[in-house]
Structure formats: structure tokens, C-alpha cells
């Protein structure tokens, strides 16, 4: 197997973080036989089995060695009961595979990286293949793309249980972008700069953060990189893989998850200030996005609880 997506998954819940003066998780990596070969010749050892796979809260499986063979009958049983049991399950990368065959992705939307996606859609079609976005939510199991992808994933289940700051604390010392959306495109173009347009798409992309809570649109937004609205969009696309409406809602979200965390102040109140139009825009798009309501949101992270159901709020 390879380690960087187990790496990801230990770097993220398995390092002690008192500095953050909330209980940490407890991570154990399970494996059904105790010595596991790794990419390079290297081998992992590991006293816990799937006795203890079964019995965790949260279970991540980080791969599978190979996409064209299911996962063996005893993992599939302790796949299962876990999911019984209530725990959350997640995959990175092509552990999708691991999940659907164990029959837990059936019926539901799922991602895997997208060279594997057309097979992940043959082998499984039960399942819902989406191949274009990061990683999906699907609240009780939660799927993401390849490698990289899954530190997005993981940041985002730490935002889940711990809210905005404490998400991005961990990044900051993981010297990555504190969130990237779950829609965002697997691939782009050109993540990097690679010409001065793209330099004037960055500085628009600071300038709009600065100035959420004002009308913004796309003709603005290419009036401050100083393009045309087409030649805005199409080097926006190319940079960041989403569209400036989809990017400025998202960024819009997450700017008010600390406020609903830290402050008192209405839902009203805080769909003004982060710039939507109207309370029931700002609850349409966050509902989506989250899977919850403003209210429960709040609720749920003053009390520590899981999110509850999206409905009024």
C-alpha cells in the first residue's frame, strides 16, 4: 500500500494537539493482519485488527492495495458492523472501493479519484459516481478523491466536530488552505499562477474576501483584475476549477460558521454581514452546503453534538 493517504489521516487525528485545548481524537490504524508491506519495501506494524476496526467511532479507510479485487469477506464484516454500530465511515482515495464493496455506498452519492471513478461506476452501479468533486458528504459516510484530496476531506469532518477555528489551526500547522469546498473540481488547469493573468485573478480573489459583505458580481470582480467578464471567467475556471458565483458562496458560508459559532447575533444579521441578498438565500445556500440549518448549526456547536436534520433556522 501506499502511506501518504495513512500519513494524511495520522497527521490529521493522530497527533497530540493540546494547544488547542479541546479532547483530541484517539486514533488507532487497524490492518487484518498485523505486518502490512508498504510502497518502497517497508513494512507497518500494527497491534490492532478489526476487532478494533469495528468497534471505533469513526472509521477511515486511507486505500486499497488493488481496485480490481473486493475487499476480503472479514473486512466486509467489520465494515458492516461498524456502520450498524453508528460509527462514521470514510474513504480516501480508491478506498471507495473498500466501502461499496461492503455494499455501504449503495444507493448513495460517492467520489473516489478520477481515474478510477469509470470503474468504481461499473463494478458498483448501485452506486452514484461523482467524478469531478473533492469529496462528498454523505453524513454518516463520506467519500473523497485521490491523495490530496483526502486532507480536504479530513479538515472538513474536524470542522464538523470542532467548528471553523479549531479546523483552521490545524491547517495553519499543516501550512494548507483552511477549507476548500467539497464541489470543487479534482482537476485544474492550472493551480498555479501561471501567467500575470492569473496573478490578477489572485489579487481579485483577495480583494472579494475583503469585501464580502458588498454586492459583488462577476462584471466587479473582472473590472478589479481589470479583464473582460468572458476573459475573467475563463481564467477563473482555469485557476481555481469552479465558477466566481460558486467560489464568492462558499467563501460567503464559511465566513459566517464563525460567527455562528463565537457570536449571539441573528441569522438575519449574519447573512447581511457576510453579503447575501437575503436571510432565505443565505439558509438556501448553507443548507445545501452544510447539510443543516444556520440554527442547528449553532445549536449543535454550542452543545457539541451532531448536526441535526436541515429544517427552519
Given at each position: 500500500?501506499?502511506?501518504?493517504?495513512?500519513?494524511?489521516?495520522?497527521?490529521?487525528?493522530?497527533?497530540?494537539?493540546?494547544?488547542?485545548?479541546?479532547?483530541?481524537?484517539?486514533l488507532r490504524v487497524c490492518a487484518e493482519r498485523p505486518v502490512v508491506p508498504v510502497l518502497g519495501g517497508a513494512t507497518l506494524h500494527t497491534p490492532y485488527g478489526l476487532t478494533e476496526l469495528a468497534e471505533a467511532g469513526t472509521v477511515i479507510v486511507p486505500g486499497v492495495p488493488d481496485v480490481t479485487v473486493g475487499p476480503s469477506p472479514d473486512l466486509?464484516?467489520?465494515?458492516?458492523?461498524?456502520?450498524?454500530?453508528?460509527?462514521?465511515?470514510?474513504?480516501?482515495?480508491?478506498?471507495?472501493?473498500?466501502?461499496?464493496?461492503?455494499?455501504?455506498?449503495?444507493?448513495?452519492?460517492?467520489?473516489?479519484?478520477?481515474?478510477?471513478?469509470?470503474?468504481?461506476?461499473?463494478?458498483?452501479?448501485?452506486?452514484?459516481?461523482?467524478?469531478?468533486?473533492?469529496?462528498?458528504?454523505?453524513?454518516?459516510?463520506?467519500?473523497?478523491?485521490?491523495?490530496?484530496?483526502?486532507?480536504?476531506?479530513?479538515?472538513?469532518?474536524?470542522?464538523?466536530?470542532?467548528?471553523?477555528?479549531?479546523?483552521?489551526?490545524?491547517?495553519?500547522?499543516?501550512?494548507i488552505p483552511p477549507h476548500r469546498d467539497g464541489g470543487q473540481a479534482q482537476f485544474v488547469q492550472a493551480p498555479v499562477p501561471a501567467d500575470p493573468d492569473d496573478d490578477r485573478i489572485a489579487g481579485s480573489l483577495a480583494w472579494a474576501l475583503a469585501h464580502l459583505a458588498e454586492p459583488l458580481t462577476v462584471q466587479?470582480?473582472?473590472?478589479?483584475?481589470?479583464?473582460?467578464?468572458?476573459?475573467?471567467?475563463?481564467?477563473?475556471?482555469r485557476a481555481t476549477g469552479t465558477s466566481p458565483i460558486r467560489w464568492l458562496v462558499g467563501q460567503r458560508i464559511r465566513a459566517s460558521l464563525a460567527l455562528l459559532e463565537s457570536t449571539e447575533l441573528p441569522v438575519e444579521r449574519i447573512a447581511a454581514t457576510v453579503g447575501f441578498d437575503t436571510p432565505v438565500t443565505y439558509r438556501h445556500h448553507f443548507t445545501r452546503a452544510m447539510r443543516t440549518s444556520p440554527s442547528a448549526y449553532r445549536r449543535a456547536f454550542r452543545s457539541g453534538g451532531p448536526p441535526a436534520a436541515a429544517g427552519p433556522g
Open positions: 500500500m501506499s502511506v501518504f493517504e495513512t500519513g494524511i489521516v495520522t497527521e490529521v487525528f493522530g497527533l497530540p494537539r493540546p494547544e488547542l485545548d479541546v479532547a483530541w481524537y484517539d466486509v464484516g467489520a465494515l458492516r458492523r461498524a456502520h450498524r454500530r453508528g460509527a462514521r465511515l470514510l474513504s480516501i482515495c480508491s478506498g471507495a472501493f473498500a466501502l461499496a464493496g461492503a455494499g455501504l455506498l449503495d444507493g448513495r452519492r460517492a467520489t473516489t479519484h478520477w481515474r478510477y471513478a469509470d470503474l468504481l461506476a461499473r463494478r458498483h452501479p448501485a452506486v452514484d459516481v461523482d467524478p469531478d468533486v473533492l469529496y462528498v458528504d454523505g453524513g454518516d459516510v463520506l467519500t473523497s478523491a485521490g491523495s490530496a484530496a483526502g486532507l480536504d476531506l479530513c479538515l472538513h469532518l474536524v470542522r464538523r466536530d470542532h467548528g471553523t477555528a479549531i479546523a483552521n489551526a490545524v491547517a495553519r500547522r499543516l501550512v466587479r470582480l473582472a473590472r478589479q483584475a481589470g479583464m473582460s467578464s468572458r476573459t475573467y471567467l475563463r481564467h477563473f475556471a
